[in-house]
């Protein structure tokens, strides 16, 4: 299906899920944070970080700890229901938020009754007429409480972190959790109303062969799994510092990480999913993802792939990134400080950066490639791009047609290493990213 040219994939990339990348924030004035809240108008999304994990895993690069310190999540959750209020002020009365999604860390770390308040400050102090909500959870700290409220509330749409079904992958992780936890989940948010329930799955784990991926891709189908994420595990200790407690010499090389990529989308691709992207699949008909693939409509935010349409993305709790059209905002990282810059009555974001022209031409570039498979480069780009793209080309994995570029079905894993040509941020720090594939 694929070829494997292990020249092509030699450079660590970044995922792009905005452009420029974290990897390229620094310091700005929070001034810039507040003005473009105070310019926002019109349909508006929102997410809501919850940095906290009943139990931290081995291989997670997010911003979390563990919940077991009740009285720093109580402050943090303070915080938290003091920024709606503070973000919410500096927007215009004719914002409305049509998206809500929680992430984390684990939303499912707090006690229902706690998640439920957060949702009713929100509805407070936003106009939120008929949102959709998404939640990411953590199987192992679902409970039936928690679904109960999941479907008082309405939320439609729900991530498991599932990873694998492999008892070895599990251990080696440090995510162990039972296939039962796992169904007991699933039947329990398909009660709650839960309409579009996504698994997200990883490849490139500590010991884990072809055998013990297909397993969890056939237990991922017959489960019902709507949507599946299917991430190449990026182990990168030296920035990750939890991560060091995976044996590196169990990793799976290059060639086999390729050839798990490519057996997940010949998997998922014959038994009825659409694909998006080559590492995400849906259910074509009803799942709003595989329909906005097929219209053209799919976009490419902090969340990954999605059907959202809005301009304006704002970020609530410690690290989490607001997206505008001229400018990227992270609120501030480490949740002491956090927790302190609300307590002053102060906007938190002090990282980002500005989104010039030439930027914001590139990120279009750039998710389109990813998105589409295709983008419409105008003449110095074109001549810019034109030699880095040979390689490409010359292997029949990308094309191109007057000013169209378009990646062709065998360089769809090539994807992420094709859209790196137009990143003029990029490195060859290998430090920074992980594997294209």
């Not at 990339?13 to 004035?29: H, K, M, N, Q, W």
């Not at 291989?59 to 003091?82: D, I, M, V």
């Not at 490409?392 to 992420?416: C, E, H, K, N, V």
Request: aromatic share 10%; proline share 5%.
């Amino acid at each position: 299906m694929w070829t494997y040219y292990p020249d092509l994939l030699a450079k660590p990339v970044p995922r792009y899920t905005s452009y420029p990348t974290a990897a390229e924030f620094d310091g700005i004035d929070p001034g810039l944070h507040r003005q473009a809240l105070g310019q926002t108008d019109g349909d508006i999304s929102l997410y809501i970080h919850i940095p906290f994990c009943e139990k931290i895993c081995f291989y997670c690069g997010c911003n979390t700890a563990a919940a077991g310190r009740k009285q720093r999540l109580e402050s943090y959750l303070r915080a938290l229901h003091t920024e709606i209020g503070l973000v919410a002020s500096q927007l215009s009365q004719t914002v409305r938020v049509r998206r809500i999604a929680f992430g984390g860390g684990s939303p499912n770390a707090l006690q229902p009754d706690q998640f439920h308040g957060l949702v009713d400050s929100i509805f407070f102090n936003f106009a939120c007429p008929d949102p959709t909500i998404s939640i990411e959870l953590d199987p192992r700290t679902m409970t039936q409480e928690w679904a109960e409220m999941i479907g008082r509330i309405g939320i439609e749409r729900a991530s498991l972190g599932v990873q694998t079904f492999s008892a070895h992958c599990q251990e080696a992780i440090g995510r162990v959790q039972t296939e039962d936890c796992i169904v007991q989940s699933v039947d329990w948010l398909r009660e709650a109303g839960v309409s579009s329930l996504n698994f997200d799955l990883m490849y490139g784990l500590p010991g884990q062969s072809l055998g013990d991926l297909e397993d969890s891709l056939q237990r991922t189908r017959v489960l019902g799994a709507d949507r599946v994420a299917l991430f190449g595990y990026a182990h990168v200790p030296q920035i990750i510092a939890r991560q060091r407690a995976i044996d590196a010499r169990a990793l799976p090389g290059q060639e086999q990480r390729f050839a798990m990529a490519a057996m997940g989308y010949a998997y998922f691709v014959t038994h009825g999913f659409a694909p998006i992207g080559f590492d995400h699949f849906a259910k074509p008909g009803g799942d709003p993802l595989a329909q906005a693939a097929m219209a053209g409509t799919l976009r490419r935010n902090f969340q990954g792939f999605t059907d959202d349409q809005s301009e304006v993305l704002v970020g609530l709790g410690a690290s989490s990134v607001s997206s505008f059209p001229h400018l990227l905002a992270q609120n501030e990282k480490n949740s002491g400080r956090y927790r302190m810059l609300t307590s002053q009555n102060a906007l938190t974001a002090n990282r980002g950066i500005l989104r010039s022209a030439d930027a914001r031409y590139r990120g279009a570039v750039i998710e389109q490639l990813l998105c589409h498979g295709r983008a419409q480069l105008g003449a110095c780009l074109m001549r810019e791009a034109r030699a880095s793209l040979y390689p490409f080309i010359d292997r029949g994995l990308a094309a191109i047609d007057r000013q169209w570029l378009t990646i062709l079905p065998d360089g769809l894993p090539y994807a992420r290493s094709i859209a790196a040509i137009f990143d003029v941020h990029r490195t060859p720090d290998k430090r920074r990213f992980s594997s294209a594939v």
